[in-house]
T-cell receptor, first 108, second 111 residues
Framework: GIQVEQSPPDLILQEGANSTLRCNFS?????LQWFHQNPWGQLINLFY???GTKQNGRLSATTVATERYSLLYISSSQTTDSGVYFC??????????FGTGTRLTIIP | NAGVTQTPKFQVLKTGQSMTLQCAQD?????MSWYRQDPGMGLRLIHY???????DQGEVPNGYNVSRSTTEDFPLRLLSAAPSQTSVYFC??????????FGPGTRLTVL
């Protein structure tokens, strides 16, 4: 069946470090989004990126649709980057399917 | 624009009670969805709608009803609450093929 897998499940880093989060998906993608769930539970849109590369400040994302993966890069991590990062994938139907997330903890 | 709004923010129910979680959006999005989030389980789709008058089931629809009488509103009804429905519920909306936006969530506890 259709699957979205995220890795690693947990990541603990020192403030200032860089990180790469991965999202693998099992079928052709119509669109893909990255979200950050902050410690208060809010789901915040980071990138809408069905293909190509986008950058927003210290964050950037790349989706290689032909190889069925997307990467989220966080540079110079700050404690406010802590939380859970989800990718959501639409495979050409009405639904957005989510991975189980990567929990990122940034230590001061 | 208020975006996607949800009420209430918190709710405690007793087993067997019924209630409705409200969701509204002011972006004229056709697609609306309800998810539940449980620890370690990510976001699981309960029900979704592709337009007024059209709804369909997601992964975990049992125990929930929805209706979509207007583009703006998509309420989720718990018919007879059970402790297994203790969760955080998120409503979301998007245009077809477009970016999805989430509401702030409702934390529900069933005793």
């Amino acid at each position: 069946g259709i699957q979205v897998e995220q890795s690693p499940p947990d990541l603990i880093l020192q403030e200032g470090a860089n990180s790469t989060l991965r999202c693998n998906f099992s079928d052709s993608v119509n669109n893909l989004q990255w979200f950050h769930q902050n410690p208060w539970g809010q789901l915040i849109n980071l990138f809408y990126i069905p293909s190509g590369t986008k950058q927003n400040g210290r964050l950037s994302a790349t989706t290689v649709a032909t190889e069925r993966y997307s990467l989220l890069y966080i540079s110079s991590s700050q404690t406010t980057d802590s939380g859970v990062y989800f990718c959501g994938v639409n495979f050409g139907n009405e639904k957005l399917t989510f991975g189980t997330g990567t929990r990122l903890t940034i230590i001061p | 624009n208020a975006g996607v709004t949800q009420t209430p923010k918190f709710q405690v129910l007793k087993t067997g009670q019924s209630m409705t979680l409200q969701c509204a959006q002011d972006m004229n999005h056709e697609y609306m969805s309800w998810y539940r989030q449980d620890p370690g389980m990510g976001l699981r789709l309960i029900h979704y709608s592709v337009g007024a008058g059209i709804t369909d089931q997601g992964e975990v629809p049992n125990g929930y009803n929805v209706s979509r009488s207007t583009t703006e509103d998509f309420p989720l009804r718990l018919l007879s609450a059970a402790p297994s429905q203790t969760s955080v519920y998120f409503c979301a909306s998007r245009r077809g093929g477009g970016e999805q936006f989430f509401g702030p969530g409702t934390r529900l506890t069933v005793l």
